[in-house]
């Protein structure tokens, strides 16, 4: 019972995160959670590109013309 113990006062951490990560597959909230991630990539992708108009096109024309 004592190794028990001490397992679990070692391993809490990790116990206490898989218990979380089962809760968020049981419920479908990483469907809002990848959701919630790709729109703020999609906003920061987009004030990039606001911000540096010029440097996004000589990238792209770059790009393209190696391909």
């Known amino acids: ?16 995160g898989g218990i979380i990560a089962l809760v968020i597959l049981f419920t479908r909230l990483y469907e809002l959670i990848i959701g919630i991630i790709l729109i703020a990539i999609g906003m920061f992708i987009g004030n990039y590109v606001q911000r540096n ?15």
Do not use: C
């Not at 028990?4 to 990790?14: H, L, P, T, W």
């Not at 108009?53 to 391909?67: N, P, S």
């Open 1 to 16: 019972m004592n190794s028990f113990k001490d397992f679990v006062s070692e391993y809490r951490g990790a116990i206490i």
């Open 53 to 67: 108009k010029y440097d996004v096109k000589e990238k792209l024309k770059k790009f393209i013309d190696r391909m």
